[in-house]
């Protein structure tokens, strides 16, 4: 079964749209770290309670960032393993046949030739005998023809 090469295509065109994506989110926030900094007044000295929510919301965004890290990486691999099998079921041999196809009928058409070489062994086996039996008989023959010629 051949992969058609729309359907690859949209899984890559789905991979580059999904990097997009968390590109955009991870712009979005650095956005929002930016306007907590900005928002944030200068000389007034913040409570408890909202240096707490500022630490959370830091703590959040530095979370934000390693996932996208993570996921930017994972997304990577994915689309190197796509490209490497897009790539393999590519390759065709001289007559347009893919390489990593193997019909189901190659075991029984391996058995036909091994049997039609066993076959064919075996005649020459026969063949091989006859001959050399002639060989030995026309030996004969040529020694008996010597011995007459001699003998007369």
Do not use: C
Not at 81 to 95: A, P, S
Not at 99 to 106: A, I, K, N, Q
């Amino acid at each position: 079964m051949t992969v058609p090469t729309e359907l690859i295509t949209s899984n890559v065109s789905m991979v580059g749209l999904f990097s997009l994506l968390i590109t955009l989110s991870i712009g979005l926030v650095k956005v929002i770290e930016f306007l907590i900094k900005k928002a944030m007044p200068k000389k007034k000295v913040l409570s408890e309670d909202e240096s707490n929510i500022i630490a959370d919301i830091a703590t959040q965004v530095e979370s934000l960032l390693k996932k996208r890290e993570e996921d930017s990486e994972s997304l990577k691999e994915q689309y190197e393993w796509v490209h490497e099998m897009y790539r393999m079921h590519n390759k065709v041999d001289g007559d347009g046949i893919p390489l990593w196809y193997v019909p189901r009928t190659f075991i029984e058409t391996q058995k036909e030739i091994v049997s039609i070489l066993l076959n064919i062994s075996a005649q020459m086996d026969k063949s091989t005998y006859v001959l050399d039996s002639l060989l030995k008989r026309l030996e004969e023959i040529e020694r008996q023809i010597r011995d007459y010629d001699k003998l007369k």
